[in-house]
Nanobody, 111 residues
Framework: VQLQASGGGLVQAGDSLRLSCTTSGRYAMAWFRQAPGKEREFVAGITWSGGNKYHNQAVRGRFTISRDDAKNTVYLQMNTLKPEDTAVYYC?????????WGQGTQVTVSS
């Protein structure tokens, strides 16, 4: 399983970003994030079929996970970003009960 995350950057509060995670196949996928000094936390997940999506309550209504299987890509659309969203964002794939991680992309939101 190979994962390549991209799309992070430095933005101002209220701005939007779209993260992308290109995969080597089709898997159940999720986004996690880790802020400095904090544990990695779940942000959003999407099932293999795309029929079910899950979002952390802290981002619900602002972030949306989606997938384009023709492109083997999973997205995280992030709107109305807040300084507390600052973190390294990681994509995660589940295959055969094992979790696989991408390299992470930095999102920094200035106030």
């Amino acid at each position: 399983v190979q994962l390549q995350a991209s799309g992070g950057g430095l933005v101002q509060a209220g701005d939007s970003l779209r993260l992308s995670c290109t995969t080597s196949g089709r898997y159940a996928m999720a986004w996690f994030r880790q802020a400095p000094g904090k544990e990695r936390e779940f942000v959003a997940g999407i099932t293999w079929s795309g029929g079910n999506k899950y979002h952390n309550q802290a981002v619900r209504g602002r972030f949306t996970i989606s997938r384009d299987d023709a492109k083997n890509t999973v997205y995280l659309q992030m709107n109305t970003l807040k300084p507390e969203d600052t973190a390294v964002y990681y994509c995660n794939a589940r295959k055969g009960g094992a979790a696989h991680w991408g390299q992470g992309t930095q999102v920094t939101v200035s106030s």
